[in-house]
């Protein structure tokens, strides 16, 4: 993927970008001191690591989630990674910022959700009893077992 943008500089208008892409990958510069223009090449080539992340999360979730609010947490969520990236610590960009943007999906998913975690397992345990006492009995349980 990134040699893709490295090796795109057929025109002049992208030498800069490639060599501001290649001084963030190898830690000479810093996100902020890149062009706006290098930025956004290295933001386009991710998106679609977004959006990926973002359906096998939407796979796993309710109906009522919606997807497009994922990739825009994701979003936010990897323009904050490549902000924060800092190659010195032998991480590779890609596994960075896949956390990163999870980990913003996942913010927003709790943002969204107005039960607390521990209701949300009191619920799960109640569930799983309910379905054990219907195989138990062979019908469905009354409230009072």
């Known amino acids: 993927m990134w040699m893709a943008i490295l090796n795109s500089s057929g025109k002049n208008s992208y030498s800069k970008v490639n060599n501001d892409i290649a001084s963030y990958l190898s830690g000479i510069c810093k996100w902020q001191e890149m062009e706006k223009s290098a930025q956004e090449e290295v933001i386009k080539s991710l998106l679609t690591k977004v959006k990926i992340i973002a359906y096998k999360m939407k796979n ?14 994701g979003s936010l969520g990897l323009i904050e990674g490549l902000a924060n990236f800092d190659p010195s610590r032998d991480v590779k960009l890609d596994t960075f910022v896949e956390n990163r943007i999870r980990g913003a999906m996942l913010d927003e998913l709790r943002r969204q959700d107005w039960l607390s975690r521990g209701f949300r397992k009191n619920i ?7 379905q054990s ?6 019908r469905e349980p009354r409230i009072d077992e």
């Open 60 to 73: 796993k979730l309710p109906s009522n989630i919606d997807l497009d609010d994922l990739i825009s947490a």
């Open 133 to 138: 006492l219907e195989r138990k009995l062979g």
């Open 124 to 130: 799960k345990l109640v569930e799983i009893a309910r």
